[in-house]
């Protein structure tokens, strides 16, 4: 897998534009006072910048070289900062800068479990630290480097480990190495049958062992669940030996193991192999589009969907203002699309009586047998259409399927223009979901006025549960003149994650925690649930030889 873009997301020569979508740049401009042109703050060239030299003595980097063969121990100095930070926004900024004062002194690629066991000895005998990297995608913080360590620090990618080892049929559970990403994974899968039907936004550049340390979600996890669900299998390198979680369905063994693992972030060792549940391919599949008059009707429709029979693989629903913006990114309509459009904007508005500012898009997907998928269809339709809503067919779900793993693209574009554009994400029971988006809100707002900017704010849901959901917002501004981005960044997000832990939401839904959320931890777990954690990481890694400095 050829690594993403030291600066931004993706890979090179792969952007995205707004030449071919007419409405995108009056719409950036109104929405944050950004007048969409050409780049003006290109990224800067890597050998103009000072990378700092390896801290590497000869005596570690022989015995690397003997854990995981000469060829595959690297002190490259690209390959050093692409491993040095994740892909946040305070990531890329710093990477822009050409910030590099503390990174990875040595890059190391395992083949397998045997090599990474050498790795972490290595690192303990001789006081090494190390940072387990699967795609690079994190946006919290947990790749990062902490700055007063003054020890070796090895990066671990684990890319080398990607292939699906087994299926157990009858199960539908299969071993996989923890290396793999999320594109070469359903391949091996795909050619067996089955899928394990986990897609996050990052699922081209991002590996199972990296979904799995982080407690991902996926887009479609109302049907196949979040990987936590979807993990029953372990095989853990932690300093007293290979941590092993045998794929029982269910245990009484006290507290789970399992669950310890899960969105560890490499406290606790290196995840090397997993065995997940995965399914049987679908016959059909389907993402159909609906609208509905406001927000909060498609949030009760998506509520009663979750405590209804339906069973759907996706629920998303949108803000008017994440609407407004979808519209507006649609590319150069044909006549036939221009009349359509009209048409149903008419109907909208006379026959149904919507104020089309106010309006909020949904996608609901849909997965199994014909037969199914249209008994399903026709239960969410009666649904929708109780709450106001109506169906607009499967182009814009088509769309959303094609797309839905661009967004990322789009920070890399606005910071190409001097502007900010990030993400925060949270959970919370289905009674607090008004209040929580509007306290967010509020709060973002109140933020964009204290740092004197233009700003923008959007919302949609995008995971439903039993209990409650998950609300992901979306912030972008055009810094103040003369301002500092990542410190007015940093003043709009904070404003942001308070707002979730004082309205009875949780810190991150499915971003994990790292450095960028860890001051509001306590908020979240109370301060006994952070000394359990302490006591845990401590426990197992006394040496602090395991990423050191994440989640607490």
Not at 83 to 107: C, M, N, T, W, Y
Not at 266 to 279: D, F, H, P, S
Not at 451 to 463: A, D, F, Q, R
């Amino acid at each position: 897998m050829v690594a993403m873009k030291w600066w931004g997301w993706g890979l090179e020569g792969v952007e995205f534009t707004h030449l071919d979508k007419p409405q995108l740049g009056p719409f950036i401009e109104q929405a944050i006072g950004l007048r969409v042109g050409p780049v003006t703050a290109p990224p800067p060239r890597l050998d103009a910048v000072q990378i700092p030299d390896p801290v590497l003595g000869d005596d570690l980097r022989a015995a690397l070289e003997q854990a995981v063969g000469p060829g595959f121990v690297s002190v490259d100095p690209l390959d050093r900062v692409v491993h040095a930070r994740g892909k946040s926004l305070r990531d890329l900024i710093l990477q822009r800068r050409g910030e590099f004062a503390r990174i990875p002194d040595v890059v190391v690629r395992p083949a397998d479990e045997a090599a990474v066991s050498g790795v972490l000895r290595v690192a303990v005998d001789l006081d090494a630290v190390v940072i387990p990297f699967g795609g690079g995608s994190s946006i919290s913080g947990s790749l990062e480097v902490p700055d007063a360590e003054s020890r070796s620090i090895i990066s671990v990618d684990l890319s080398r480990l990607d292939r699906l080892l087994d299926i157990d049929a009858p199960s539908r559970l299969a071993r996989v190495q923890a290396g793999v990403f999320g594109p070469h994974l359903e391949e091996q899968l795909k050619a067996r049958g089955y899928t394990l039907g986990h897609f996050p936004d990052s699922f081209p550049h991002s590996t199972l062992g990296g979904w799995i340390a982080t407690r991902s979600s996926g887009m479609q996890s109302d049907r196949y669940g979040d990987i936590a669900d979807l993990t029953k299998g372990l095989r853990v390198v932690a300093p007293s030996g290979t941590l092993i979680v045998r794929p029982i369905p269910a245990a009484s063994t006290g507290p789970s193991i399992r669950e310890m693992v899960l969105g560890s972030e490499g406290r606790l060792g290196i995840i090397t192999e997993a065995t997940v549940q995965v399914r049987r391919l679908p016959e059909q599949r389907t993402i159909l589009g609906y609208l509905f008059p406001t927000f909060a009707a498609g949030l009760a429709a998506m509520r009663d969907i979750a405590d209804s029979e339906c069973s759907v693989s996706v629920t998303r629903v949108s803000d008017a203002h994440e609407t407004q913006f979808s519209f507006a990114t649609r590319k150069r309509p044909t006549i036939v699309d221009k009349l359509q459009s009209r048409a149903l904007r008419l109907f909208l508005q006379r026959r149904l009586g919507f104020a089309l500012d106010q309006m909020s898009l949904s996608f609901i997907g849909y997965e199994g047998s014909p037969g199914h998928v249209a008994s399903q269809r026709r239960a969410v339709g009666r649904i929708v259409k109780r709450h106001g809503g109506i169906g607009i067919g499967s182009g814009p779900g088509t769309l959303y399927d094609q797309k839905k793993f661009d967004t990322p693209y789009i920070r890399d574009f606005l910071l190409d223009r001097g502007a900010a554009g990030d993400v925060s994400e949270t959970a919370m029971p289905w009674s607090r979901l008004i209040p929580v988006y509007d306290a967010v809100t509020a709060a973002a707002q109140g933020a964009f006025a204290e740092i004197g900017v233009h700003g923008y704010l959007m919302c949609h849901l995008s995971h439903s549960y039993h209990a409650g959901a998950c609300l992901y917002f979306t912030f972008a501004f055009t810094p103040a003149p003369g301002g500092d981005m990542l410190a007015e960044y940093e003043v709009v997000k904070s404003a942001i994650q308070q707002s979730f832990v004082d309205n009875g939401a949780t810190l991150s839904h499915h971003h994990a925690v790292g450095t960028e959320h860890a001051r509001w931890l306590e908020q979240d777990i109370s301060a006994p649930g952070v000394a359990l954690l302490d006591a845990l990481f401590t426990g197992t890694d006394p040496g602090r030889h395991l990423n050191p400095g994440k989640i607490i």
